[in-house]
């Protein structure tokens, strides 16, 4: 199926994104090195790092990272869906869409969820599907009808496999529609194809390959340039008016041959990043996209690809508001903000794939009360805080009677959302007698600047000085795992501001 | 209009276990022990006991629900029993039962047991506790030290101290206490330890360390109150007293509401100024003569001397290093040892307190005795710094 973007009276498209990475970066050759003795054919792809999440962070808590930036400083009522791509969703049947639409904030009445999974195209099919929803078309300027797509992979490997070295996590979450984007959709093509380079199971953690030669040869490079011809010729384009081709390829390399394939320019084709974060999944060509946007002028064109099972091709062009527009959460940020990470013990822990012995303080039940958590979700998911109408203090948890014991009012707080809102450290701690996955267990008081408290976890203090009265800032994080029942809570940390 | 509990409440009897590792004891071994020596010191028998209160906070490990293990282990004859449970204060709320009985007059003589079996979970420190069906869902994984430990951050801070001061400070309180420990057959840590083996000790919860932390014991504590006329009665003398007994908590103002600073312990200070009130204690340096205070983790003891009043702010750490709550100093600081050396079996500490400042008061504290000890303050604390119970009771000489 093709199209090309009907003029009804505005554009779709883009109006802001936003990138996450882990900050961890695990150095490729610490990988290929311990398993040197084992499969020394790994050292030739033993170049770069890749990121890789920390144990509290999975699709859901990426995806929201960088759906609040893709948000921040935008109307969330104006947004009406939110989609999450993923071949990694934490829950099978618990949609994590809704999970992260209640991190970020976004109303709950009339507001469609849909999670998005299956194929490593995921990422570039729910984008393709949520610029051509009715409610985006319809809306138009006037209405401001917005949808959220977030895609996010955290995909696991086994040890000494190349995937191993090969794959990365991280997110990167559109905001589309609206009067103003930043880049058009003027086409889009995508062809469905049963070609199984690759697979995972229902129930297994890792993914099945066959030779990657194969896969290149008589995959990618078949299917694309057909793909490409057939929707320039649509489009009344010739190769040479692509700027940019935005690939989901293993390297460089394969990126460069493929553009020539298309009958581009190899300097077309988009770093395809593999050697800071390596290949994020179904939010490769999201994040690739993000990336190009930050750095691509107004009145250029974008055609970007997702592979996995055949294509989706999606050809942007930017628009003026693209030159005035600088996102909250950038990939070059992202990308930045990594450090190295060379304890691969800590990283196979972090993927669980060695399970180390935490004593019997790890053993207290972690069972969650759902009735428990559903009565309080505003406050767990959304950290709404309670805000009293009567004096004004801001406080959590929300309870029925004011904490200000000169107020005493009952009844009077409204929802005051902590998240977007710096904080300063109190007190704190690094416990290591309390369980932690990664420890030492860092937590305390932090106090918001504008009013209210909260007791806190600290996390990413490995490159700042936590002290009292350093800065914070507040991030949606797995809080624990529960390993009988498989289920995991989320909560809030704070992050370096 | 209320006018108190001073004097209307003696303690005619005292029993404590041995604090320690008691791998062949079970808690209803220790509460007997306990309850033996307190029923051996006043004289009277199990049927001239009107009413009892057990204080027990793990029941997961211990001995379970209900007060029914007490009536049960003791054999008390079909007495109305009942459990209270107010986390570390447990204790000190099973003699706050008992006395409140006496002195309404609904029994003649009433018991009062604290036990705890704490290591009957295979592994150190205190057992893991839930924080409440919500809490559990929002609160990081946190430890009793690295609760405490969040004193000292906000300590510094605020007065501006040097972090190395402050350990400096936190080593001598641990050192003082061992030192008085030793001489305590009845503790469980009975060795002196030097400021050097305190620094270098393992870091527990920065800045806490190995040191810092009181021992993890078991143990029994057990009192018998009566009015003071039956005390007299008994052939009593001196009389031992009770002469305030207040207990505050959080009104969740810590946790919730940005007036609290961190560097101290609110509760303490509330309760504290109520006590001194209650008594009648206008100079609490120079009347009380001997306080047991909640020294779970030494920045706890360090911030309580400036909750309770006797060093002013930001002064505890000058006032602990000058030797001020040392045995020959000012205000004798746990003198039989402390949570430091007894360890912290959580339902047994605030009766092991009062036991030893009525031995001080009786003349029958041996090695450990202090001169003339008219009164005494034991402190108590249940929680932790952001959500307590704090516990304050001043017993006295009847003069």
Known sequence: MSGVAQMTGHEIGIAGYGVWLPRRRMERKVIAGAHRWFNPALMAAARGTRSHCSWDEDSITMAVAAARGALDGREREAVDSIALASTTPPFLDRQNATVIAEACGLAGTGLRTLDVTGSLRAGTGALLAALQDGAIARGGPAHGNQALVAAADCRRAKPGSPDELAFGHGAAAFLLGGAEPIAVLRGWRSVSDDFVDHYRAAGSPFDYRWEERWARDEGSARLLPDAVAGLLAELSLSPADIDHLVLPAASARDAQRLAKACGLDPDRARDPLDQSCGQLGAAQAPLLLAHCLEQAAPGQRILVAGLGQGCDLLLFETAEALAGYRSAAPASAALDAGWSDENYFRFLAFEGTLELDSGIRAEADLKTAHSVAYRHHEALTGLQAGRCTACGTVQFPPERVCVNRNCGAVDSQEPYPLAGRTARVVSLTADRLAYHPDPPSRYGLVEFEEGGRLLVEFVEWDRAELKVGAAASLAFRIKDRDAHRGFRRYFWKAVPA | MANGIKDKVAIIGMGCSRFGERWSDSAEDLMVEAFQEAMGDAGIGVDDLGAAWLGTSYEEI??????????????????????????????????????????????????????????DTGYGGLPVRTRGAFGDLWMPSMSAPGLFAQLASAYVAKHGVDPADLKRAMAHVSVKSHRNGALNEKAHLRREITEEQVLKAPTVAEPLGVFDCCGVSDGAACAIVTTPEIARSLGKDPLVTIKAMQIAASDGSELSHNTWDGASVANTRVSAARAFREAGVSDPETEIGAIEVHDCFSVTELVTMEDLGFSAEGRAVHDILDGRYDHDGAVPCQIDGGLKCFGHPIGASGIRMLYELYLQILGRAGRRQLDDVRLGLTHNLGGAPLSNVASVNIIGRLE
């Open chain 2, 62 to 119: 211990g001995v379970g629900k209900s007060a029914i293990p007490l009536a049960s282990a003791l054999r008390l004859p079909n007495l109305p029993v009942t459990r209270v449970e107010n986390l570390c204060a447990s204790g000190s709320e099973a003699v706050r039962g008992a006395a409140y009985a006496v002195a309404a007059g609904a029994c003649d003589f009433a018991l009062a047991l604290g036990v705890e079996k704490l290591k």
